[in-house]
């Protein structure tokens, strides 16, 4: 086998599981570490250079972060990221305006509008005013935020937070036109704008078409519009019992509001078994706390109607056969009346476009949404950018954080003339973290400590206004404590074979038993004489050149790796090495620096 | 060295062995030596040895005296029984336990100035009382603890990490072993895992003194140029002359292997060494032949390696002294201490 390119960021990138996994690449162990020095302000802001919005997405953000944490591969759970990520948006600073981008005040004559006030836009907007650009926000609503706003209830997601937010970036010199909906494309090309993006979202929820639907209209809600009418404090009440149809988020966040609003009974009926949900497990749980039945197998057939009003809903009720985790036959045992006084649609949601005219030159694929480049985020008419859902369909915040991103240097080498496909690679930085002889600036010691638990705001409590939150945030010993849990995967092991004098000390002492010296062959010798066997194909293999005295070579799996520097620490020649890996992103401002 | 405690991770592909243990179960304290020390190496393969034997810990009796090597006991197996004893006279605490209770397993750490200058004497005595134990001499050619001088095991011509040029004919383990009637004796090299854990394995279940001399550099004061126990000399200079299996008692020789250039011994519990010649017409149960041998090659400046010499037969000091079946500890306190009577009347008998 030929030796490992190590050189390519790629490689460190992926032993990092979490950032890699981060949309935004967040630097997730490194804003760890900077909370666990009590630098909150700083964690805050470097949090904010990836994700934008720290303290909202600490909150409510998908987390994909978590699924893939090292920790979780030491038959552990998974260090509690998305949480940690609000306590430095908790404890930061208030005033922070001296760390935001500058905003110069000679603008570069380029003006772009942006349509809809949501995360993507905003993104977009973030990363185009330090540039000198003049954005003009069109939003249809009374306030901006998008789906954020509208969607993620406030008991969820404090307005405090969001405003602030929000603001920092509509505070850059923004033109924000509220109240201002944007109703014709063509028109709005014809103002002359140098760019336009396009970051309205999936704004159209689905409807499910069963007998009665149309009778029972006054009691039947489609979820999203639902979840932005409460939130505008336009609908109030809701019936005592209540049906909520679909397992995804929306329905997690519908199914809670209803509590709040003087529901005594929610079920949340689910067409597929447990297994199929949509919605995270920890929206799940927390829906199931607050004692919200969910019913599997059950399949809608009809809204029951009474004297004009809704009474209730038939279900088919469903058995499946389930192989490899794929329903493979399905069989309909029986009908069951389930009485209610509201049925919440939230069976997913599409993105509408009617306001765009089709005879402007943009292309429409065969489900009639604008074709967009995936690397660009240009539609086929140039200098018309799409991102967040209204790109490629509902996504979450963090997915669209990181379109409007990519979208904003898309726009900001369409200004200037430049190929938009000519982007800059990821850059690499590596350091020693060597402290002294066996000293590391990094916490490297193995915590076999439990996840810390968060605390929720008792039952009692919780249902008596809509914008109580629930979840009180970590205390100062929680933090604390999950801090440590974090395994640093940023501190690469960094391998010098020139230096191995094949001691075999870093062998001997690494408790996961990640490194192997072996002779050269192929792949499949090579995976044979592991000293523990292969068993994440998709984690990185490093594999170093021939050692001066054997000829052996060094192998390591990163999969197993708990980061804990043991191996430097035995190296007796710094053979390897502890390495902080820094990458660098590029972003809409890294083209004109 | 380093300095936190090596974690204890649950690993999926983890394999218990036949008690129950998983390897980790043998690992002892925090190592205090240097980092890149052969000794640690060596640590590991004692690890890996009784691990793969499926020795209880509590089995084991892990006996040294005084230096870098006399240090590592504390590294492995936390289970067993220890004795960190005086300076060379490690062999008469070992001869004193085994005394006491045969039934443990006697492991002596010992290192090259331990062994070879301040306990030479006793050293020589545990080989021809034949004690039933495992005698590691982790051979790095100089005093580490007291920063670098040559030890009675540096070769004439070796030169200190500060220039020095030894003038002293050196003192080796192995021959000297040969010469007094030893029956095993073994040399190995802490950078070769895979024929240390077998000679480990066989002088753990040989019934009688196993002397294992083990080539172990000191990363901090002899593994330069001009050394003869470095990392690079050693791998230079280093030749086999045979090759060992350990078979258990309970597996068959499955090893085909052609007529003439392979022996067979069997130990007293069944198992068996199986020893592939690699020089051919070497043979290392013709003690005159091995002691040919061994001077040739070291004329010729090798590092012999691999079982050396090897006679299941000689009877061990138990066998010699023809005391009790049981370990002493077993016997019930009658048996013991049987009164003044029977003193009485064994005294009567000698006069």
Redo the contacts between chains.
Sequence with gaps: MKPTNTNNPDYFHKVVDCQWACPAHTDVPEYIRKIAQGDFTDAYIQNRESNVFPGILGRVCDRPCEPACRRAR??ETPVAICRLKRVAADHRDSDISDRLPLIPSKKNGKKIALIGAGCASLTVANDLMPVGYECTVFEALAEPGGLMRTNIPSFRLPEKVLNEEIAYITDMGIDLRLNHPINSMKELLAEGYDAVFVGTGAPKGKELSLPGREEGNANIHIGISWLESVAFEHTKSIGKHVLIIGVGNTAMDCCRTSLRLGADSVKVMARKPRDFFKASDWELEDAEEENVEIVVNHSPKEFVIEDGRLVGMIFKQVEYDIEHGRIVNQLTTGEIMVPCDDVILAIGQDNAFPWIERDIGMEFDRWDVPVVDETTFESTLPGVFFGGDAAFGPKNIIWAVEHGHQAAISIHRHCQDEDLHDRLPVLMNLGSRKMGM??WSYS???D?AARRQMQHVELSQRFKDLTTEVELGFTAEQAQQEVERCLNCDIQTVFTDAEC?????C???C???CLTMTPNGDIGNILEKLK??R?NHDQPLFISAELK??KRIMVKDEN?C?H?G?CA?????AAWDMQKSLFEFPRAATFSS | ????R?????????RQNEIGLLKRDYEGGLSTL?????H??I??AIVQAFWELSIPPEKVIKLSGIGCSSKTPAYFMSGAHGFNSVHGRMPSVATGAQAGNRDLICIGVSGDGDSLSIGFGQFGHAVRRNLNMLYIIENNGVYGLTKGQFSAAADKGSRAKRGDINQWKNIDPVSTAISMGSSFVARSF??D?EQLVTLLKAGIMHPGCAILDVVS?C?TFN?HLGSTKS??YT?DHYHPASQTDFVPHANEIRASYEEGESIIVELHDGSKLLLKKTDSGYDATNRSSVMRYLEQQRARGEVVTGLLYINAELPEMHKIYRTSETAMKDLEYEQLNPGSEALAKLQAGMR
Excluded: W
Aim: net charge negative; aromatic share 4%; glycine share 4%.
């Design positions: 030491t038959n066996h000293e490297n010691d193995f076999p004098i094949e001691c075999d000390a062998l001997d002492i408790p996961t038993q523990a066997p068993i005295q054997t197993l708990i804990c043991l620490e035995r190296c007796p020649t | 060295m380093s300095f936190i090596k974690p204890k991770i649950d690993l999926p592909s983890e240097c980092a890149g020390c052969g640690d190496s640590t590991a802490s950078g895992r550099p990363v593994n990392y690079t791998r």
